[in-house]
């Protein structure tokens, strides 16, 4: 290690001899940093929005110097702001939900292709704007694990991949058998990741351009969630990407969360 974090303590033996312990705190000074990190950057992602708020309250407050289209436009920028809260307040809840563990993991069934079409359906809507072309290319594989964590890391994948590729882009999300296991993946041919950001992206609040991304909406939990929900599935997220050609999220599920039925179905099929 780099440094270590010593706290030493005197303490009576006998009549005239003292015990000296010396204990290694470094993990727990490390802990109480992330803890402080953490809280600030709670409070900062907060006080930015319920400022915005503040001030378009203040201002309709001066009834009648306040003309109606100004009204209509704070109106549409506080609904916006308090979307934004309400995000983060969500998100900071489900990261707090998963920290305990679980050890149910493996008795319920996800049906994913179902999860996939309803998240297609909020991709479409998401990016009707911006014209990206959509793929979703699903096998009919269902697993064995919490409903609501993969389909929150699932989610949380395409929808950054709709946030941050550029209009006329594309996007392809495939759920499929990679020999024994099975694999989710997001693709897209927008902005890319530097490689010297990819090993701190599941950190929470961390944005690789804090000022390019205030107003993509998010709030910098997405891909910490995504770690955290994996993990309760023993997975792990993958990330390749380059600069200015793309990126490719993704993770595999061990076979044994593949259920065998839908499995055994499909190679029938074949
Ligand atoms: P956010 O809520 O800001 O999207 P995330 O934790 O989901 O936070 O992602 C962390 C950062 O990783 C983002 O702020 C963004 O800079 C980068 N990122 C995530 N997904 C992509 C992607 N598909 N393409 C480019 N950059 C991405």
Redesign the pocket.
Known sequence: RDSLDIEIRVMPYSDDQFLLVARDVTQLKQLENMRRDFVANVSHELKTPLTVLQGYLEMLGDVENTPPAMTQKALTQMQQQSDRMKNLVDQLLQLSRMETPSHDVFEHVVDVPTVLGELRQEAEKLSADKQLKLVFDVEPIRVYGKSDLLRSAMQ?LVT??V??TQAGGNIRVTWRKVRDEVEFSVE?N????ENEHIPR?TERF????ADR?SD?G???????IVKQALEHHNSHLEVNSKPGAG?R?WFRLPAGLIEERLGKAKSQKR
């Open positions: 949380n950054n991949a946030r941050y897209d927008g902005p890319g990741i992206l961390y944005r690789v351009d991304n993509s998010g709030t910098g939990l997405g891909l910490s990126s999220f």
